[in-house]
T-cell receptor, first 114, second 113 residues
Framework: AQSVAQPEDQVNVAEGNPLTVKCTYS??????LFWYVQYPNRGLQFLLK??????LVKGSYGFEAEFNKSQTSFHLKKPSALVSDSALYFC????????????FGQGTTLQVKP | EAGVTQSPTHLIKTRGQQATLRCSPI?????VYWYQQALGLGLQFLLW???????NRGNFPPRFSGRQFPNYSSELNVNALELEDSALYLC????????????FGSGTRLTVV
């Protein structure tokens, strides 16, 4: 069965420092991977996706993610965190059985302190 | 371009009642997905509609149902509401099967009292 794991419930970083939010996946075949961000009482906003190609994917708001096939990881990164980046981040993988659904991790709360 | 719109924003219902949630997809998107985000349970897949047909449903009881209209908008109906149905219900749309991801709406917060 396909799955996504976000091993950290919360990540705390200081403003201006680099941030990493971790995601590992388990799929059969080549994964389609996604990162979404959710601000309080809002829906999910798309950040970036990996379908194929370069392992380093650049997305919205200065975020990027590195696809690592050998480690089955897709960590979200940003070189310099902003207080406004504080939110709930979800990693997701597309279900390969043509169900149309994305399988989401449990989410990681990012707290950026000034 | 208008995004995915959901209505109402908030809904308060009494246990045992029925709730109807609505979703309008982005123009040109034929697929609509529904997810439940309950506290502590993450995002749970509910239903997928494409071209007016229910294509897949998640592990939810039959009292969760819905439909997709010819204009691709969608309704989610929850019958015989239970307290544990209180959650944020998110709708998303995509062209085709959503292979390259979805666009989400802002959600409907359903509270069952």
């Amino acid at each position: 069965a396909q799955s996504v794991a976000q091993p950290e419930d919360q990540v705390n970083v200081a403003e201006g420092n680099p941030l990493t939010v971790k995601c590992t996946y388990s799929v059969s075949g080549n994964p389609y991977l996604f990162w979404y961000v959710q601000y309080p009482n809002r829906g999910l906003q798309f950040l970036l996706k990996y379908i194929t190609g370069d392992n380093l994917v650049k997305g919205s708001y200065g975020f990027e993610a590195e696809f690592n096939k050998s480690q089955t990881s897709f960590h979200l990164k940003k070189p310099s965190a902003l207080v406004s980046d504080s939110a709930l981040y979800f990693c997701a993988v597309r279900d390969y059985s043509n169900t149309g659904k994305l399988i989401f991790g449990q989410g990681t709360t990012l707290q950026v302190k000034p | 371009e208008a995004g995915v719109t959901q209505s109402p924003t908030h809904l308060i219902k009494t246990r045992g009642q029925q709730a109807t949630l609505r979703c309008s997809p982005i123009s040109g998107h034929t697929s609509v997905y529904w997810y439940q985000q309950a506290l502590g349970l993450g995002l749970q897949f509910l239903l997928w509609y494409d071209e007016g047909e229910e294509r897949n449903r998640g592990n939810f009881p039959p009292r969760f149902s819905g439909r997709q209209f010819p204009n691709y908008s969608s309704e989610l109906n929850v019958n015989a509401l239970e307290l544990e149905d209180s959650a944020l219900y998110l709708c998303a749309s995509a062209p085709g099967q959503g292979t390259y991801g979805y666009t989400f709406g802002s959600g409907t917060r359903l509270t069952v009292v």
